[in-house]
């Protein structure tokens, strides 16, 4: 199936699986809002350019505001987070659908740092990448494409661990895939199911995510934490290490 301009196919995935698109054709509102907000590639510059400044810190001071957490390094793990979860599910749920995936492109991304999904994210130009939607597509596009300069970005700005931060691209991804392999169970596409397993078995072994925790079928286990406990009211994620929350120094679980 070829990707059409409103990727249309994502939708009925949920939020985290939906891309808003800006097109010509759009609504006028939304595609002046979408050309002022700043791209994902501003953001992951490592530059202390003002604009550098805004984007990151801007969404970690959302995030941060709304957990009513007084940590930003806590608040950037949850943000980094989010975004990884964001773009996996996008990715996944593209080359499961569409056989396709889109240029997801930093510089074609535009982000709304104080919106939640689905209108975090706009792509401000659908446009299918050449070649097959292998494991290595989706690497190149996700890992290398996004997850390396945040990681760089958010290590520079506030001192995450890359250990903690890859444990939450792994984590994204095992939550992605479990989603869309249940939807696609339950909707009688067992080829987009086949798919999101064999993705997501392939990406695992990259690298970058192969020392992020443990699977065994959809079930996922990391072997670091998010700090979410660390948030008023949170506790531990499902997939955590830990099965209560430390009660070690503030820096315990970053690694």
């Given at each position: 199936?070829?990707?059409?301009?409103?990727?249309?196919?994502?939708?009925?995935?949920?939020?985290?699986?939906?891309?808003?698109?800006?097109?010509?054709?759009?609504?006028?509102?939304?595609?002046?809002?979408?050309?002022?907000?700043?791209?994902?590639?501003?953001?992951?510059?490592?530059?202390?350019?003002?604009?550098?400044?805004?984007?990151?810190?801007?969404?970690?001071?959302?995030?941060?505001?709304?957990?009513?957490?007084?940590?930003?390094?806590?608040?950037?793990?949850?943000?980094?987070?989010?975004?990884?979860?964001?773009?996996?599910?996008?990715?996944?749920?593209?080359?499961?659908?569409?056989?396709?995936?889109?240029?997801?492109?930093?510089?074609?991304l535009r982000w709304d740092t104080h919106a939640a999904a689905p209108d975090d994210l706009w792509l401000t130009r659908v446009r299918p990448l050449p070649g097959a939607t292998g494991p290595a597509a989706l690497a190149e596009a996700v890992?290398?494409?996004?997850?390396?300069?945040?990681?760089?970005?958010?290590?520079?700005?506030?001192?995450?661990?890359?250990?903690?931060?890859?444990?939450?691209?792994?984590?994204?991804?095992?939550?992605?895939?479990?989603?869309?392999?249940?939807?696609?169970?339950?909707?009688?596409?067992?080829?987009?199911?086949?798919?999101?397993?064999?993705?997501?078995?392939?990406?695992?072994?990259?690298?970058?995510?192969?020392?992020?925790?443990?699977?065994?079928?959809?079930?996922?286990?990391?072997?670091?934490?998010?700090?979410?406990?660390?948030?008023?009211?949170?506790?531990?994620?499902?997939?955590?290490?830990?099965?209560?929350?430390?009660?070690?120094?503030?820096?315990?679980?970053?690694?």
């Amino acid at each position: 199936m070829d990707l059409d301009p409103d990727l249309a196919a994502l939708r009925p995935l949920g939020g985290f699986f939906v891309l808003r698109t800006a097109r010509p054709a759009a609504e006028a509102a939304g595609a002046a809002r979408a050309g002022a907000l700043p791209t994902l590639a501003k953001a992951y510059e490592t530059t202390t350019s003002d604009v550098h400044r805004d984007v990151i810190a801007c969404r970690v001071e959302t995030v941060g505001k709304r957990l009513r957490v007084p940590e930003p390094r806590v608040a950037a793990s949850v943000a980094q987070q989010a975004l990884a979860a964001r773009l996996w599910s996008v990715a996944l749920g593209c080359a499961a659908r569409y056989g396709r995936l889109p240029d997801l492109d930093p510089r074609l991304l535009r982000w709304d740092t104080h919106a939640a999904a689905p209108d975090d994210l706009w792509l401000t130009r659908v446009r299918p990448l050449p070649g097959a939607t292998g494991p290595a597509a989706l690497a190149e596009a996700v890992v290398h494409g996004h997850l390396e300069p945040l990681a760089a970005a958010l290590r520079a700005r506030y001192g995450v661990a890359a250990g903690l931060l890859w444990g939450n691209a792994g984590s994204a991804l095992a939550g992605a895939a479990r989603e869309l392999d249940r939807w696609a169970r339950a909707h009688g596409e067992p080829g987009a199911a086949r798919r999101t397993r064999a993705l997501t078995a392939a990406l695992f072994a990259h690298p970058r995510l192969s020392a992020t925790g443990t699977r065994a079928g959809p079930a996922f286990r990391r072997r670091s934490c998010c700090l979410y406990y660390r948030v008023p009211g949170g506790g531990i994620c499902g997939d955590c290490c830990f099965t209560q929350p430390p009660r070690s120094s503030p820096r315990a679980a970053s690694g």
